[in-house]
């Protein structure tokens, strides 16, 4: 008899803490963090045979880390971003620019470069990779050739993954808000281009501007943390369509810049690009994507809530990446 109330005590007192600790885990927070990886840029000249090109890879990650450092999850995407100009010099006016991951099958790496998996999904693959790892785990993924060693290689991840670790990297050191572990990842790029023809005086330019809207999103379908980003390169050439841009320059992000952007020093506004951007973020926290769709007024300013918040600047690219889908 006292074995068996030492064991309904014993059961008593386990059950309780069964329930405990299903409670902190549904309730465990993690952190957020957003990156973006800037490739250098590369162009060529163009002839009387082919336009000259331009291209620039952004590789976009977010993710969320536990107390103990180790990632909980994952999301990448890359921007591969290309344009082009003439002999003569004129700006050639590109059509929809899609990421890799939109792309989806119609990138083509299995019908036509061989490969048992397509980009998107090898992407998939490298995410699941690096869940339940540190930052220094993750970086020693990266083997000769920037392709992955063969844990990468085995789950199915065969492409180059050294532009993912850079942007996971930055990612994983700007983690810093919390939210739900049980928060859905998101990363979404709308690029915009702006061309101008070239002349005997000035030389053209076709510029990418390239958007970005990382996000934690709660079961609610509301966003739970925000990052907003903008990589802008300008792809110049002369009057007869040779490459003047210096692709030895790094290109950084206009949150990488900070104060170097120089809004406040050059431009007489009251706050730096990223403040703007942040404060852009935190008018996204609690909204639904339609919600943020109204964030944007016809001019392409913040509404007046945002406006007063300290977002002066333009606002409609920021609004497209996060509406994006």
Known sequence: ??????????????????????????????????????????????????????KVDVTVAAVTVDQDGKIVACALDTASNSVSYTADGKAVAAGEFQTKYEIGANYNMVAYGGAAKEWFEQADAFEAVVVGKTLAEVKALVAEGDKGNDEVISAGCT???????????????????????????????????????????????????????????????????????????????DANGAATIDTTKAVLSKREQGADYGMVAYGGSAKEWFEQADAFDAACVGKTTAEIA???????????????AGCTITVTGFVKAATKH
Not at 11 to 22: D, E, H, K, R, S
Not at 196 to 202: G, I, R, S
Not at 295 to 307: F, R, V
């Open 1 to 54: 008899m006292r074995k068996f109330l030492a064991i309904a005590l014993c059961l008593l007192m386990v059950i309780p803490a069964v329930f405990v600790g299903c409670a902190k885990a549904d309730d465990a927070k993690v952190k957020f963090g957003a990156g973006v990886y800037v490739s250098a840029p590369s162009a060529t000249d163009a002839t009387e045979d082919k336009d000259g090109t331009g």
């Open 294 to 308: 109204g964030l944007a007024q016809e001019d392409g300013k913040g509404n007046a809530d945002l406006q007063a």
């Open 159 to 237: 492409i180059m993954i050294a532009e993912f670790v850079g942007a996971i990297e930055k990612a994983y050191n700007a983690a810093t808000v919390e939210v739900e572990a049980k928060a859905t990842l998101k990363v979404n790029v709308a690029t915009e281009q702006t061309c101008t023809d070239a002349n005997e005086d000035k030389d053209g330019t076709n510029k990418v501007t390239v958007n970005v809207f990382a996000a934690a999103v709660g079961a609610d379908g509301k966003i739970a943390a925000a990052s907003s980003d903008c990589v802008e390169v300008s792809f110049t050439f």
